[in-house]
């Protein structure tokens, strides 16, 4: 029988907090705590991680400082170390634990509340893909290798602590030798939660249309891979279940598959994503910068929006040119959006390809991205020929994080892969904040948790219009607030009466008696960009220009265009676009060509502009339109409400260019497509329309009225599209930095903050940031979250916490 050791003369704990849990923190703790032979213990629980050290000599309070100065420094490339918190061990059972303990060990984790993050879904590192293409490797074409620093993790979860038994792999016990790397703590596969091999893993295996078993003989000389990718070079489309959905694949450069996808997908316009080989293979069809290869190369390999090679796709072969794109892959654009593979099974199919595959989400048109076999086969076996299937189940649906850089830096339009869950530090002030829920908008979803100082913003959801995307909307939250074992102590929700969050945080409150803190969706948008810069709670208000599609406005009608002063806790209409009747409703959305005549109608009336520019393509295009119909609306007020959008301004530029078509197919289009063809222009300096600008009680008012004249001056004289295009767009940005400054300046504020979909626009945010910086003023820009309604949700959640702590402040 073992003696009992002598009790330890003390011991010192060490909490970390951050993304510590499933990246290989563990091992390198018990690393450089041999280095510095330290003795004590290491263990996951609920808050992060904990490190218990005995301290029996001087010489061990040393090695201990020493140890901390290292561990920021040897951090695992997927870690972050948010905060380390020391402790005096003064209970007498941990001492005498701690006592028996041999040299310094790891620990099972334990079980208890939830504090700590569950990081994202890494692309494979490079040790791992040289694993793959290995002959002499033991996981040698194995499309499921991974290690502590790359794989699935919030794709595969259910639960927290982040061990194996709480992920989809635990069906897979682990063969010896998987054992033996996942208990080696000098293995980089120790505690790798999805560790597997050929021998005791997931396999993938190749089904035919509607998961009909393939002929023998088709794999008869290679494996199901290799036989996706064959298919694939001869035309075929495909459905391949990735890390966090399925993908319908195609060659990029081939016309008839192309648009055959396209028939299938219902997908008339919006631009399919691509993936390439490597870097080599993307640098023929874009131009990619050193920001830009460092994104897609990175852990979160997500889209990148690149500018596309001029010739790529419009001009035949050529020496030394590759075959070119479809020219479907991307009509109107004049950006591609890449991505490289970030999984092993997107690395072994695309091994022999010098040419991109489109690689877009696997669903009919706005429905959520497959995740199941069984519903793969149900829904997308009319749309794919075959499908590349294996059984590692996807617990949680992750579609692709885009990205484009703007404004010198990459700027988020989608978070999704790679970055969501991972929580957002809040700005100092919030460290009190309670946990609450904000359940984000009704386009572009994402919801919101505040939990321990902190803001963890569900990955994209899609639109909730879609019962699919709203039922999964429901699960994941439910997922999230066990995942992170939150009960939230309010809900926030947009004042829209009608969107789907809404109604579900308006019937939630009720039946759990939870505070609703409503917050009006522009004042969303100011406080998300000013989270994610960092701007402190008390730190004072800013000025806002918040320019999208269109939000419930605080007066009850529909806002777009707008001017706020303003912080996390409330806010002022200074200024705002003209509002101008959008007839038929959301008609006006899908078809441009009302907002062209809503706006001419609006400025001086549709007979004046008819008579005077009659013969002219725009006003002829709307002559045989049911004009009487639109007007009487307009007159009536029925059905054709006011907006301040600055997304339907885009929108009536676009109609008279004959930019979009008759009826959009995706949200955007128009104003996409209006800056593409601004942007070829090239004229960064245009000649910019103007605005008048009326001075109301309401606030200053920018009205677009005078725009009209120019341009359809330049029309009549033949000047290009894209250079009215562009000229535009210089008289929009010109007229926001006009009034921003005389805003600002009356205000004595130094700083204005940009957000809303309308900034995505490259073109238009560039300008307005470089003239408003040339200014003197600061502008703080979305990175972290997205511009659109996709960041709405953090910036619900950081009104709510302010309202929430001033309710609860002394009077």
């Known amino acids: 029988m073992r003696q009992a050791s002598e009790p330890c003369a003390r011991g010192e704990s060490i909490r970390v907090r951050g993304l510590v849990q499933g990246v290989g923190?563990?091992?390198?703790v018990w690393r450089l705590a041999h280095e510095c032979g330290l003795r004590g213990d290491v263990r996951n629980d609920g808050e992060g991680v904990l490190i218990r050290v005995r301290l029996d000599a001087a010489s061990d309070v040393q090695a201990l400082g020493g140890f901390l100065n290292r561990l920021d420094e040897a951090c695992?490339?997927?870690?972050?170390?948010?905060?380390i918190e020391r402790g005096v061990i003064a209970d007498s059972d941990a001492l005498a634990e701690l006592s028996d303990t041999a040299g310094f060990v790891i620990l099972e984790s334990a079980a208890t509340a939830a504090r700590t993050g569950i990081v994202a879904d890494a692309a494979t590192?490079?040790?791992c893909v040289a694993e793959v293409?290995?002959?002499?490797?033991?996981?040698?074409?194995?499309?499921?290798?991974n290690c502590t620093h790359c794989g699935p993790r919030l794709s595969i979860v259910s639960g927290i602590p982040y061990d194996r038994a709480q992920t989809s792999m635990s069906v897979f016990p682990m063969c010896p030798d998987c054992a033996r790397e996942y208990a080696d703590p000098a293995d980089r596969r120790f505690h790798a939660q999805p560790n597997a091999c050929p021998v005791c893993g997931p396999r993938v295996w190749l089904e035919g249309e509607r998961g009909h078993p393939l002929e023998p003989v088709v794999l008869a000389t290679e494996d199901a891979i290799a036989a996706a990718g064959r298919l694939l070079g001869e035309g075929r489309i495909l459905a391949v279940k990735g890390i966090g959905g399925f993908h319908l694949a195609c060659d990029a450069t081939n016309p008839d598959a192309v648009a055959e996808l396209r028939g299938r997908k219902r997908r008339l316009a919006k631009p399919f994503a691509l993936m390439a080989r490597d870097l080599d293979v993307l640098r023929a069809y874009c131009r990619v910068t050193p920001l830009e290869e460092a994104l897609l190369a990175g852990p979160a390999a997500p889209i990148v929006l690149l500018d596309r090679l001029v010739w790529a796709g419009l001009d035949a072969v050529g020496a030394g040119r590759p075959r070119p794109l479809a020219p479907d892959v991307a009509p109107g654009q004049i950006t591609l959006g890449f991505m490289l593979p970030y999984s092993p099974l997107h690395h072994l199919l695309l091994a022999d390809w010098d040419r991109p595959l489109v690689m877009t989400s696997g669903n009919l048109r706005e429905e959520p991205q497959c995740i199941d076999n069984a519903d793969a086969v149900g829904r997308l076996g009319g749309l794919a020929d075959h499908l590349l299937l294996h059984d590692r189940v996807i617990v949680n649906r992750v579609d692709d994080s885009v990205v484009r850089v703007m404004a010198g830096e990459p700027r988020l339009l989608r978070r999704a892969r790679g970055h969501a869950p991972t929580p957002l530090p809040l700005?100092?002030?919030?460290?009190?904040?309670?946990?609450l829920l904000a359940l984000g908008a009704e386009l572009k979803?994402?919801?919101c948790l505040i939990h321990d100082g902190q803001a963890i913003l569900s990955q994209h959801l899609g639109d909730l219009e879609d019962a699919k995307t709203a039922r999964e909307y429901e699960r994941t939250i439910a997922?999230?607030?066990?995942?992170?074992q939150v009960s939230p102590k309010a809900l926030a929700v947009d004042l829209h009466p009608d969107y789907r969050s809404s109604l579900i945080g308006r019937d939630w409150a009720a039946r759990d008696g939870l505070p609703l803190i409503g917050v009006q969706h522009h004042h969303a948008h100011l406080a998300s960009v000013l989270a994610d810069n960092g701007w402190p709670l008390d730190a004072g208000p800013v000025l806002g220009v918040l320019l999208d599609g269109l939000g419930y406005g605080a007066d009850g009608t529909l806002w777009g265009g707008e001017f706020l002063v303003g912080d996390y806790l409330d806010y002022v209409r200074v200024g705002y676009l003209k509002p101008v009747a959008m007839p038929g409703g959301t008609r006006a959305i899908l078809e441009p060509w009302r907002n062209l005549y809503a706006h001419l109608e609006s400025?001086?009336?549709?007979?004046s502009w008819r008579s005077r520019y009659q013969g002219l393509e725009p006003i002829e295009r709307l002559d045989v339109k049911p004009l009487a119909v639109l007007r009487t609306l307009i007159e009536r007020g029925c059905n054709a409400p006011l907006s301040s959008s600055a997304g339907r301004l885009f929108d009536a530029v676009a109609a008279a260019l004959g930019v979009g078509g008759e009826v959009l197919t995706y949200e955007g289009q128009a104003a996409i497509e209006l800056e593409a063809i601004a942007a070829g222009a090239g004229e960064r300096n245009a000649r910019g329309y103007p605005f008048a600008r009326i001075s109301e009680p309401s606030g200053e008012v920018l009205d677009a009225a005078p725009l009209w004249v120019d341009l359809l001056e330049d029309l009549r004289r033949g000047r290009a599209p894209d250079q009215i295009a562009a000229s535009f767009h210089a008289g929009l940005a010109m007229a926001i930095c006009t009034l921003a400054l005389d805003l600002a300046g009356r205000r004595g504020l130094s700083t204005v903050a940009l957000s809303g979909g309308v900034f995505q626009n490259r073109l238009l945010l560039e300008t307005v940031t470089d003239d408003l910086e040339s200014a003197g003023l600061r502008v703080l820009l979305q990175r972290r979250v997205p511009a659109n309604d996709g960041g709405l949700a953090l910036g619900q959640a950081a009104v709510a916490v302010a309202r929430t702590r001033e309710a609860l402040r002394p009077r």
């Open 427 to 435: 700005p100092p002030g919030f460290e009190r904040a309670p946990p």
């Open 133 to 145: 293409r290995d002959p002499a490797d033991r996981r040698y074409r194995y499309a499921f290798t």
């Open 603 to 607: 400025a001086g009336g549709w007979s």
């Open 479 to 484: 997922l999230y607030l066990d995942l992170f």
């Open 25 to 28: 923190f563990r091992p390198t």
């Open 125 to 127: 590192c490079p040790a």
């Open 445 to 447: 979803n994402t919801f």
């Open 76 to 83: 695992p490339p997927l870690a972050r170390i948010d905060s």
